[in-house]
């Protein structure tokens, strides 16, 4: 069984911090007798009569504290498919929206409370941070054969290569991007600009792109 604590804000798991309660022998519990009653083997009679602790008695059994129990007084029981659902709230969410976090109720249990939802404009922020990144290595690729290019005297490579870099910087105001209003809107509109830029440069050019079109 799993618990959740409101002053901890932990969860707790009795395999593992121990379960509240043992069960024990009860101490006042007395072991009903029997008779037994020893016999000569050759004539059966008797030789002697005594008591003894009945073999096939069941002892009374206690519930007392654990005293190694580490879960809190104040733990709430969690059922299983709760924990699971909670988890899943705390952990990565589609679209790359915020998690929850997890926090106590009125009454102590645990419920997953998620932030406000996203603006247009925060979330068009939170991509333009992943297209930045990701935009990056690009230009530096493109730098890098452009460079090359003008070395080796390849003037319309170095043209191309710069063209496309052009069009690289200028992917955050593109239309179709500021036009989106959920995340995976932008991302495909990038995407997309991603294709269309590779597809119009020389193979010398194209390469660069081979790796975020993959």
Known sequence: MKYYSPTTRGFYDDDIHGTRTLRIIDPSWVCPQIEQVDTDPDTGFTLDRYMIDDPDAVPRTIEVPNPECK??????EVEDENYRALMAA??????GQPSATIQPSESGHPVAVFP??????QTRARALVGIRRNRAPLLDALNGIASRAARAGDAATAEASDAAAQKLLNITVLPAFLAATVYDE???A???????????????VKSAFIEVLA
């Open 90 to 95: 705390q952990g990565v969410q589609p679209d």
């Open 116 to 121: 406000p939802p996203e603006t247009v404009e």
């Open 190 to 204: 990038i995407m997309d600009e991603y294709r269309a830029i590779a597809d119009d440069a020389p193979a010398s």
């Open 186 to 188: 932008m991302y495909a």
């Open 71 to 76: 879960i809190p007084s104040d733990a709430r």
